[in-house]
């Protein structure tokens, strides 16, 4: 590699060093330059060779080094990015080790060609190690050195460790300041035409300012003033906000001007956001475990299986338990890494695929096979159904098998032993890998999302449907037996802990998926008993992976279920939704999110709060839930403190070096960046990584985000993040359009295995309809048999029913009647609800 070839000429080429090991009095009193030099927070943003693999091994960072390598530069561990200043003495220690013994190299250089070396020293590294010492005095001044532990050149393989890396003195570290651009925030992808248009001006005027909008050629097509809005307390800005809702026309390039300053461009378009939710989903394949990613489905981002078992991978097919946790092992093959690491967690997995699975039952039509460009496209099913078995498949391998402690439970989680360090493709990853204990949370994830999946694929594939709910009903036994196995909040080595210790929400979810999909008393009863049925779950935070009482109650209020009190439900969701259009509205930058501290994947919760109030919109037809959509996508995509778009590939300036072991372009050229619409975490005021603690101490809340592969508290990419991305997107691509009819339908006669049914559409507009169509989903497996009144088809579970030659046209006021027989193989057979004439949803 590069790298390495640069290294030689370096060595060649370098003049005079100044190795003194010596004691290092005077600098010891100046500034670290060296960040995560313990090892507390782990291995960044320390980076190795791609032939060795970082971990901390009791609090210090290990590597095996390979033998068999000719030079010292052949293995290198580094850290970049260290300021020198010209003339200034530093002090440079470190504890290392060797075993067996070995001499290293420690280098203070030039991170690019011809690698030049302002320090070089060769530690006798022993078994037992030794605490070094030097002083050095910089030749250059240099914002972005490079300190490097060349340690290649070994005939035999050996242990390398270090610790407490230090290098002090120079100047205090520059106060970083982010390039936040022109100080008008826009969406820079743009706006619909019939939707709100908001922007946000950071000024220090505090009366009102002229603005306008101009088009592609310069020409001002809209003015106006805005409105002082005072100092936001999200960003530490003094803001206005301007409003051009009322220019509608289709356009690309357009700009806003005010105070000065004109916005980077951006379209007006109804077709804006028919792209994002298939580029949201496509996320999801290369993010697999357990399969080839073919080059040809997604090029550039080929890549061999990871965790199949072949060396130096240590999984994912015969994996045993932490000691002492079980006697066996499994098969937990497949399913999507987490993020960016190559953990596979079952609360995570489970709230990710339920959303993806969500997406798709709030709107099956708007899904088929063949969008996704997967190894499944073209087996004639929805291929986000594909995408999601995927996940669900391991889901159902993380249970405990039949005679074993905690039959039926799901275990916690699978991943590494020990954190590995960036870039590290997954098949590359030489960790064993461990099972973790089962867990409440785990079981009841794993029961909601079985449940959901029984419902989904029957019309496509009636065994696993059949096998999903005995494992969800299994699972649900299990968790009632032991409804208080939490995961440890300690057990965070090597993979999150993900852990929570009040699962009653849980809980809450799985028995209402259970419910809708089976119709059966115990889990109504369930449902009606949880104080999450009837309580404010609507947190200002939003929900996520540890709060999904949310997800419960979204699913009622939307999904076909005859539940006692299905109204109160359905209008609680509308509570919630208008408690974050209150808090939207208040919002200067116009997020339906406002905490004092922005949370870890703060994005993914505002977006949460966006899926409320979509479905608010979908309850009630009323515009300002859908619009409140629309503005809120608006910070994600640009109209926020930081002016970029959270969004890989959307909007002139975009999130692209996410936190990922494989997608690590930024420390490898010959890697990717992570796919077009991949979505980051986002501000995060706890700033918990070292990078965003170096740079960003002391943020306001919006300013809590770096864009920097280190920055794994700021700016991971996670399965469950992409899914409400997906979620949304779906929900704004949706037309939407709304007509003036209504359905009456009604069972007339239920049998073992079959019903039938009269439909009565009637046109309530003022224009008489010619032609019709009706189109509308059953919820799991009824097939539609002989009809009259109507010609039907039927794709999945969606049904379409066309006009005859003689009742095609339905005047203003009147009604056409047709009706069916049909088949229900099992599970319930609620009336649908939502129902589409050409094309337009009927209110
Ligand atoms: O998203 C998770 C966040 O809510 C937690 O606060 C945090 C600490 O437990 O962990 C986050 O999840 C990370 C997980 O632990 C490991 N894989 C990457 C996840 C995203 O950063």
């Known amino acids: 590699m590069t790298r390495c070839r640069a290294a030689l000429l370096a060595l060649l080429t370098t003049l005079a060093l100044s190795a003194v090991p010596t004691t290092a009095h005077a600098a010891d009193e100046g500034p670290e330059q060296i960040v995560n030099g313990t090892f507390d927070d782990g291995t960044a943003p320390w980076w190795g060779t791609e032939n060795v693999t970082l971990a901390v091994d009791d609090g210090r960072l290990c590597a095996d080094i390979p033998g068999g390598t000719a030079n010292p530069w052949d293995v290198i561990i580094g850290q970049n990015d260290i300021p020198l200043v010209a003339g200034e003495t530093y002090a440079f220690r470190f504890f290392g080790s060797g075993t067996p013994a070995k001499v290293g190299k420690a280098l203070i250089q030039l ?44 005939a035999d393989p050996w242990r390398f460790c270090m610790d407490d890396v230090s290098l002090r003195g120079g100047a205090e570290p520059e106060e970083y300041v982010p390039d936040t651009g022109p100080r008008v925030r826009v969406n820079m992808v743009g706006y619909l035409p019939g939707g709100p248009k908001k922007a946000t001006l950071v000024t220090s005027e505090t009366q009102p300012l002229e603005w306008e909008l101009k088009n592609d050629d310069g020409k001002t097509v809209a003015r106006g003033r805005t409105v002082p809005r005072g100092v936001d307390a999200s960003s530490g800005q003094n803001v206005h906000t301007l409003d051009f809702g009322a220019y509608r026309k289709e356009g690309t390039g357009y700009t806003l001007s005010a105070d000065g300053e004109t916005s980077r461009p951006f379209d007006i378009k109804e077709d804006l956001y028919d792209e994002l939710p298939m580029d949201a989903l496509k996320f999801y394949y290369p993010q697999r475990s357990g ?124 991943h590494d032993r020990e954190w590995t360090g960036l870039p590290l493709l997954p098949h590359l990853d030489p960790q064993p890998r461990e099972l973790h204990p089962p867990s409440t949370a785990a079981t009841l994830n794993l029961a909601a999302t079985a449940a959901q999946a029984a419902r989904l694929f029957a019309p496509y594939d009636a065994e696993f449907a059949g096998k999903s709910l005995a494992a969800a009903r299994k699972a649900w036994a299990a968790a ?29 979810w799985a028995a209402a998926e259970l419910f809708i999909t089976t119709g059966e008393k115990e889990f109504r009863d369930f449902v009606l008993a949880s104080p999450h049925h009837t309580g404010d779950i609507w947190r200002d935070r939003g929900f996520d992976w540890g709060n999904t009482a949310q997800l419960g109650r979204l699913e009622l209020a939307t999904v076909p279920n005859a539940l006692p009190d299905r109204e109160r439900v ?274």
């Open 111 to 154: 991170p690019v060609d011809p690698w030049t070396q302002y320090f070089a020293a060769n530690p006798e590294l022993s078994v037992s190690g030794n605490e070094y010492s030097y002083t050095f005095t910089a030749p250059v001044s240099l914002p972005d050195a490079q300190v490097v532990f060349q340690l290649g050149g070994s």
């Open 291 to 414: 399969i080839e990613i073919l080059d040809s489905l997604r090029p550039g981002y080929g890549r061999p299986a990871g965790h199949v078992g072949v060396a130096p991978n240590q999984g994912d097919v015969e994996v045993p338990c932490q000691p002492g946790v079980c006697d066996y092992t499994l098969n937990v093959k497949g399913g999507w890494y987490d993020a960016g690491d190559h953990g596979k967690y079952v609360v995570n997995g489970g709230i990710s695929v339920h959303q993806l699975m969500s997406a798709y039952e709030r709107n099956k039509a708007a899904f088929g096979d063949g969008q996704l460009e997967i190894p499944e496209s073209g087996n004639g099913r929805p291929d986000i159904l594909d995408e999601a078995r995927w996940e669900l498949e391991f889901l159902l391998s993380m249970q405990v098998p039949d005679g074993k402690p905690f039959e039926g439970m799901a275990h916690h989680k699978i």
């Open 480 to 508: 009632k037996t032991n409804p208080d196995k939490y995961a440890d909040p300690n057990d965070g080595v090597g993979g999150g802990a993900y852990n929570d210790s009040d699962v009653t929400d849980e809980f809450y």
């Open 570 to 843: 359905r209008q609680s969701v509308v509570e919630g939704a208008e408690k974050y259009l209150a808090i939207q509205r208040a919002h200067p930058y116009g997020i339906p999110y406002d905490v004092p501290d922005y949370d870890w994947g703060s994005n993914n919760l505002i977006l949460n709060n966006l899926v409320v109030l979509a479905t608010a919109y979908d309850l009630t037809g009323e515009e300002k839930y859908r619009a409140a959509v629309r503005e809120g996508m608006d910070y994600i995509l640009g109209r926020n403190a930081l002016n970029q778009s959270y969004v890989t590939g959307y909007g002139e300036v975009a999130s692209k070096n996410q936190h990922s072991r494989w997608y690590a372009r930024q420390l490898n050229p010959d890697l990717p960046n992570p796919p077009r619409g991949t979505l980051a975490g986002g501000p995060n005021s706890s700033i918990q990584d070292p990078i965003a603690q170096r740079l960003l101490k002391g943020c306001k809340p919006q300013f809590c985000y770096i864009d920097d592969i280190e920055s794994w508290s700021t700016n991971e990419l996670t399965i469950n993040w992409n899914s409400p991305l997906a979620w949304v997107s779906a929900f704004l691509a949706d037309r939407g359009e709304r007509s003036d009819c209504r359905v009456r339908y009604s069972a007339h006669g239920a049998w073992p295995g079959g019903f039938t049914t009269q439909v009565v559409v009637e046109n309530r507009g003022k224009k008489a309809v010619d032609g019709w169509e009706l189109r509308w989903s059953f919820l799991a497996g009824q097939r539609v048999g002989h009809a009259w009144g109507a010609a039907i088809s039927q794709s999945g579970s969606v049904v379409t029913a066309k006009s005859t030659d003689w009742n095609g046209r339905i005047k203003p006021g009147d009604v056409v009647t047709f009706g069916f027989n049909g088949t229900n193989p099992s599970g319930p057979n609620p009336a649908p609800e939502v129902f589409h004439l050409n094309g337009a949803r009927c209110r």
